[in-house]
């Protein structure tokens, strides 16, 4: 068995789903355990051990807002990356603080921390589980300025075998200006820069400039790891489609230490590829490409739409493919998520179900939750599906696990292993206890959509579900 536990993305509590043995098939109804909210705005953990009739709640830590000393604060538009000690590293985002001076002001956050889940190498080695600041950030009371400034709408990898975390872009909506008298969110103040933060002594260091090859400025894309050297980044607001694909490399001779590579061009498709687009979901394949869902195609100044296609980048032969949605009124009894935006999402190595035709030993499932329909205005949704390749073939499908009781959006989910066991939870990591343990999926932060805030009392959260 495998236990998966997540966060859900309005208001960050903790709930949990039960996946089943490497050998049975997965089914809906006789072996998922439905989502539970343990606390709002706090860190939870909900289980269900092995052998028991009931859940066993335990509440860890309560959330504060703006106890900037215990943990981060509110926040939405981070990023959010999992180390392989099962700590996983929160860095940046915004929040609007309505109880600034003046009737309210924007709040762009630079800090950086880690969380270690219990259970995990990373909390034996903290003495226990908790968070911990890495790096107070870009302050009135840090006069260090060679950082990356508050920004959201960024992305960040894990290189080294975590041991350095990687930045690019976003968006500080003209923070930076602040002296120029310049409050509030600003368009056209997006970012190009790409930094590295040693997560071993807690230094950032920006990456120079170098060779023929950088990305334009943007923000809402993603960036997924392709091997522990190479990264695939892709979209981003307003950014065209020869311009959406790039391949960040490890480069010793580069200044730096890392140079991009334009890839638009290399990959071909079978279906006109994904395009212009942004606020969408990738996660790595696990084979050197990735999986790419939903978002916003189009641009702002064309008009755009919210999608829910599935795409899936073959790294070997540089080559999109169209999973679905499947054409309407095809039949099949396919069930297919709907259209989103700004939803979180997650890769995890599973045990294979059944054969496969790549001939491997594991499967890179993608999971999706909640994100925004926006139809026709911000609509936070609460689902959760998770898409099962079958062993590397084409012909995957995708599973309606419960839903949670809070819809979000903006949030980050990442999976570690909790437990004595298996230790490959996410593509890339060495498996060096196979079968047993529990993985688990954590979610930090997000945004509530109107009506929700009503019910529940938050715009945004701070809390960490599991």
């Keep these: 068995m495998i236990l998966l536990l997540f966060q859900a993305t309005t208001c960050d509590a903790l709930f949990a789903i039960k996946w089943p043995a490497a050998n049975q098939q997965p089914t809906a109804s006789s072996t998922l355990m439905g989502w539970r909210t343990v606390l709002a705005n706090s860190v939870s953990a909900y289980g269900k051990p092995p052998g028991t009739g009931a859940g066993v709640l335990k509440?860890?830590?309560?959330?504060?807002?703006?106890?900037?000393?215990?943990?981060?604060?509110?926040?939405?538009?981070?990023?959010m990356v999992s180390l392989p000690d099962g700590s996983f590293?929160?860095?940046?985002?915004?929040?609007?603080?309505?109880?600034?001076?003046?009737?309210?002001?924007?709040?762009?956050?630079?800090?950086?921390?880690?969380?270690?889940?219990?259970?995990?190498?990373?909390?034996?080695?903290?003495?226990?589980?908790?968070?911990?600041?890495?790096?107070?950030?870009?302050?009135?009371?840090?006069?260090?300025?060679?950082?990356?400034?508050?920004?959201?709408?960024?992305?960040?990898?894990?290189?080294?075998?975590?041991?350095?975390?990687?930045?690019?872009?976003?968006?500080?909506?003209?923070?930076?200006?602040?002296?120029?008298?310049?409050?509030?969110?600003?368009?056209?103040?997006?970012?190009?820069?790409?930094?590295?933060?040693?997560?071993?002594?807690?230094?950032?260091?920006?990456?120079?400039?170098?060779?023929?090859?950088?990305?334009?400025?943007?923000?809402?894309?993603?960036?997924?790891?392709?091997?522990?050297?190479?990264?695939?980044?892709?979209?981003?607001?307003?950014?065209?489609?020869?311009?959406?694909?790039?391949r960040l490399v490890r480069d010793v001779e580069a200044n730096g230490g890392w140079r991009w590579e334009r890839a638009s061009a290399a990959?071909?498709?079978?279906?006109?590829?994904?395009?212009?687009?942004?606020?969408?979901?990738?996660?790595?394949?696990?084979?050197?490409?990735?999986?790419?869902?939903?978002?916003r195609t189009g641009g702002v100044s064309m008009g755009s739409t919210v999608t829910n296609d599935l795409w899936h980048l073959d790294a070997t032969k540089m080559?999109?493919?169209?999973?679905?949605?499947?054409?309407?009124?095809?039949?099949?009894?396919?069930?297919?998520?709907?259209?989103?935006?700004?939803?979180?999402?997650?890769?995890?190595?599973?045990?294979?179900?059944?054969g496969g035709d790549d001939g491997g030993g594991d499967d890179v499932a993608l999971l999706v939750h909640g994100g925004s329909s926006e139809i026709p205005r911000v609509r936070c949704q609460n689902e959760t599906w998770l898409w099962h390749p079958h062993g590397g073939s084409r012909a995957g499908r995708w599973m309606r696990l419960p839903s949670s009781p809070l819809p979000t959006y903006h949030h980050t989910i990442v999976t570690a292993w909790v437990s004595p066991g298996r230790t490959k939870a996410r593509p890339g990591d060495d498996d060096v206890a196979p079968g047993g343990g529990i993985a688990a999926a954590f979610t930090f932060g997000g945004h509530a959509c109107v009506g929700h805030v009503e019910q529940h009392g938050y715009y945004y959260y701070n809390s960490v579900e599991r």
């Design 59 to 79: 509440r860890l830590v309560v959330g504060n807002a703006q106890n900037a000393a215990a943990q981060p604060s509110i926040r939405y538009c981070h990023s």
């Design 267 to 295: 990959a071909v498709s079978d279906s006109g590829g994904p395009g212009q687009r942004y606020g969408h979901a990738a996660v790595s394949d696990g084979r050197g490409g990735m999986m790419l869902f939903g978002g």
């Design 89 to 246: 590293v929160v860095s940046h985002g915004y929040f609007y603080d309505s109880t600034a001076k003046g009737g309210g002001a924007p709040a762009w956050l630079s800090d950086t921390w880690r969380y270690a889940p219990a259970g995990t190498t990373a909390a034996s080695r903290q003495g226990g589980e908790g968070w911990a600041r890495l790096h107070i950030g870009d302050t009135e009371d840090n006069l260090e300025r060679n950082l990356p400034v508050g920004r959201y709408g960024h992305v960040a990898a894990v290189a080294d075998n975590g041991a350095t975390m990687l930045l690019h872009g976003g968006t500080d909506g003209g923070h930076r200006l602040r002296s120029a008298g310049i409050n509030g969110f600003q368009p056209g103040y997006e970012l190009d820069d790409l930094w590295t933060f040693d997560l071993v002594n807690r230094v950032w260091r920006a990456v120079p400039r170098g060779g023929d090859a950088w990305p334009t400025k943007r923000y809402l894309h993603t960036l997924v790891r392709a091997s522990d050297d190479a990264f695939w980044m892709y979209g981003g607001l307003d950014v065209a489609s020869d311009d959406a694909l790039w």
């Design 319 to 354: 080559q999109w493919h169209l999973l679905g949605p499947p054409p309407t009124g095809t039949g099949g009894g396919a069930i297919w998520p709907g259209k989103r935006i700004y939803a979180a999402a997650s890769a995890l190595v599973m045990p294979r179900v059944g």
